[in-house]
């Protein structure tokens, strides 16, 4: 089953429920925002998803249970931008989105050159190709290690064309409006043309708006509803997440909702 699905997972630390019984599949080709206030657990679930946690055997890849499968097996379907990814080797921004060949091993120099150029420019961040990582922004590091991401899913695709996936764990909060936009119709276009089903973590509501596919609204480590934005970004449910008024009207040039907090 062309699937990322967790059943009734559940977590805890310290005695104290992260996950409280989640349910959530994440689809080919679809772009999935969790959504959720401070210590929710969206990065807890991410982290699961990626197979850190002991939640693993409640979650499944493609049909195959995440606990079954080892690291590599893993990497070779799915990719992961992790909210602080660090590094602190003096490398080429080219050396540092080829890291995401590592999986295959067996692909040759020249397609993974060739699928690290068209990754670099899917992210824009071409003309950072011969600079040091050590010395760009933490916000042009980002970018990098999301060009990373790609070339790890083009990779795949290179080899076997099979459903893969992108976890992003708020990729956008380093950067600036323009780069925010940037990435994230980078990853609606990874989506559709690559059919990457996508979960993303984020904090801009109205960003999750614009680019969902669907909605996860995580409360107190369980999900209290999951739908397409017109019908999960209601004043109610951002009330009961959020703790704050909102106001939800109609966005001026997109069939989205906007929403406006107090």
């Not at 772009?31 to 979650?59: C, D, P, Q």
């Not at 290690?145 to 893969?164: D, E, V």
């Not at 951002?238 to 704050?244: A, D, K, N, T």
């Amino acid at each position: 089953m062309s699937t990322f699905c967790a059943t009734n997972t559940f977590f805890s630390r310290r005695n104290q429920a992260i996950l409280n019984g989640i349910t959530l599949s994440l689809h080919s080709g679809d772009v999935l925002s969790l959504l959720g206030a401070n210590g929710a657990g969206k990065s807890t679930f991410l982290s699961a998803l990626a197979g850190e946690l002991n939640a693993a055997h409640t979650i499944s890849l493609n049909g195959q249970d995440l606990a079954t499968m080892d690291l590599k097996q893993q990497a070779r379907m799915r990719a992961i931008l992790p909210q602080k990814p660090g590094l602190a080797f003096d490398l080429e921004v080219s050396e540092v989105v080829a890291m995401g060949a590592y999986p295959f091993p067996n692909l040759h120099k020249n397609d993974v050159n060739s699928l690290c150029t068209t990754a670099m420019k899917k992210a824009d961040i071409s003309a950072l190709a011969k600079r040091r990582y050590l010395e760009l922004s933490g916000g042009e590091q980002q970018r990098v290690h999301y060009a990373r991401a790609i070339l790890q899913l083009l990779s795949g695709f290179h080899i076997k064309q099979q459903p893969r996936y992108l976890l992003l764990d708020e990729p956008t909060a380093s950067l600036d409006p323009l780069h925010q936009h940037t990435l994230l119709k980078s990853v609606r276009d990874l989506a559709q043309r690559h059919q990457v089903g996508v979960l993303v973590v984020l904090h801009d509501v109205n960003l999750a708006a614009l680019y969902s596919d669907r909605i996860a609204l995580l409360n107190q480590g369980q999900i209290l509803d999951c739908n397409t934005p017109c019908q999960v970004l209601t004043p109610k449910n951002l009330y009961q997440v959020y703790g704050i008024k909102a106001h939800v009207i109609p966005h001026p040039e997109h069939n989205k909702p906007l929403v406006i907090f107090g």
